[in-house]
């Protein structure tokens, strides 16, 4: 029953290596949402995606990319990754409606990553 | 703009007892919805209830309910008869207009046998 699965539950990475986070969801969701998790500051938006070849910036995209390549699959590259990245990262989707507002996310189980 | 505010970063209760989980919001959106998340050490996001700022009733999910008052922007979440089971990180979010999922700093509940 597995909805939204990303590929990694750890990953340990080292500064300056460029880390693919992979994630496909198999609801035929529109949208697609990554996430970082840290103590004390909840969960924040890094990028967002509508459609296909379509990304947004959400509130901290410094220092990543995504790529969505096709519907189902929505990557987070980290070009260069740096320690300040170690992080918990959650990947989400969520269908496009009428009723916007009326829907939340499906989420991932997270991958945490590492940067030494 | 939009702003999620939790006051409790943790929280501990008896089990089988009641407990109250803070959540006050903002934005400036007629049209809103609230939503409450568990995360288990385990990892997962799992949606526990949701609000419609137009539902005239609180909602309720089994032992989840939330408590909606409007004018005080509030919408906490009570879980009646604790189970050790619940402890985890519960996170209050907001989708308000046309923008995307917000989402609080959290509160650690952990349930005490």
């Known amino acids: 029953d597995v909805k939204v699965t990303q590929s990694s539950r750890y990953l340990v990475k080292r500064t300056g290596e460029k880390v693919f986070l992979e994630c496909v969801q198999d609801?035929?969701?529109?949208?697609m949402f990554w996430y970082r998790q840290d103590p004390g500051l909840g969960l924040r938006l890094i990028y967002f995606?509508?459609?296909?070849?379509?990304?947004e910036k959400g509130d901290i995209p410094e220092g990543y990319s995504v790529s969505r390549e096709k519907k189902e699959r929505f990557s987070l590259i980290l070009e260069s990754a740096s320690t300040n990245q170690t992080s918990m990262y959650l990947c989400?989707?969520?269908?496009?409606?009428?009723?916007?507002?009326?829907?939340?996310?499906?989420f991932g189980s997270g991958t945490r990553l590492t940067v030494v | 703009a939009q702003k999620i505010t939790q006051t409790q970063p943790g929280m501990f209760v008896q089990e089988k007892e009641a407990v109250t989980l803070d959540c006050t919001y903002d934005?400036?959106?007629?049209?809103?919805?609230l939503f409450w998340y568990k995360q288990p050490s385990s990892g997962e996001m799992i949606f526990l209830i949701y609000?419609?700022?137009?539902?005239?009733q609180n909602a309720t999910e089994g032992r989840y309910s939330l408590n909606f008052q409007k004018a005080r922007k509030s919408a906490n979440l009570v879980i009646s008869a604790s189970q050790l089971g619940d402890s985890a990180m519960y996170f209050c979010?907001?989708?308000?207009?046309?923008?995307?999922?917000?989402f609080g700093t959290g509160t650690r509940l952990t349930v005490i046998p």
């Open positions: 979010a907001m989708r308000a207009g046309a923008n995307n999922l917000f």
């Open positions: 934005t400036s959106d007629p049209s809103y919805g």
């Open positions: 609000q419609g700022s137009y539902d005239q």
């Open positions: 989400a989707s969520s269908p496009n409606t009428l009723n916007w507002v009326g829907y939340g996310y499906t």
């Open positions: 995606s509508y459609d296909v070849k379509m990304k």
């Open positions: 609801m035929d969701h529109e949208n």
